[in-house]
């Protein structure tokens, strides 16, 4: 099946400090989201973003799929961004449904 | 109530006992999901129910059993399950293969 990397797997920043994290996958996908689950561990949609650019306030993404890759650009961090983000992708071939997830990269914001 | 809602949040049980957990989505999606989550695995799909398909992880073990009366409702239900089982487990829908919203979870201790 389909592989997810995330990278880094940890990072650590200051408040106000911009990041940008990584997700390589190893096939054609039809189907890329970004979550973000909470210290509680509910877990948030953030983009629905197969390619292309989008943008929601202090977060944006980008997914070029012909270089099997997605960014997740998060600027001008809060203590509130902490938690982990993943990625997950359905790859081409296979049902529709079948997220596939990364293992996450874990974000730390300190104030 | 909005969103998608997991009854109970806790959930501890012994290896004999029966029990099942509850989903119940207010978006008006058409699809619902299963998902595991253990610590230091990446999430894994356990069901999926759509319109379209029904999609099951082949690795999932016979004691987990879905239930999906509507397009509102999904359960699992639980039955002589091992410690290895105790897990937070997710339910989600969509609409068709869309984004994925989650519910808060149920957290399972199995003793």
């Known amino acids: 099946g389909i592989q997810v990397e995330q990278s880094p797997p940890d990072l650590i920043l200051q408040e106000g400090a911009n990041s940008t994290l990584r997700c390589n996958f190893s096939d054609s996908v039809n189907n890329l989201q970004w979550f973000h689950q909470n210290p509680w561990g509910q877990l948030i949609n953030l983009f629905y973003i197969p390619s292309g650019t989008k943008q929601n306030g202090r977060l944006s993404a980008t997914t070029v799929a012909t270089e099997r890759y997605s960014l997740l650009y998060i600027s001008s961090s809060q203590t509130t961004d902490s938690g982990v983000y993943f990625c997950?992708?359905?790859?081409?071939?296979?049902?529709?449904?079948?997220?596939?997830f990364g293992k996450g990269t874990l974000l730390t914001v300190n104030p | 109530e909005t969103g998608v809602t997991q009854t109970p949040r806790h959930l501890v049980m012994g290896m004999t006992n029966k029990k099942s957990l509850k989903c119940e989505q207010h978006?008006?999606?058409?699809?619902m999901y299963w998902y595991k989550q253990s610590a230091k695995k990446p999430l894994e799909l356990m069901f999926v129910y759509s319109l379209e398909e029904r999609v099951e992880n082949n690795s999932v073990p016979s004691r987990f059993s879905p239930e999906c009366p509507n397009s509102s409702h999904l359960f699992l239900h639980l039955h002589t399950l091992q410690p290895e089982d105790s897990a937070l487990y997710l339910c989600?829908?969509?609409?068709?293969?869309?984004?994925?919203?989650f519910g808060p979870g149920t957290r399972l201790t199995v003793l």
């Open positions: 997950a992708v359905v790859g081409g071939g296979g049902s529709n449904y079948k997220l596939t």
């Open positions: 989600a829908s969509s609409l068709t293969s869309g984004s994925l919203f």
């Open positions: 978006l008006g999606h058409n699809a």
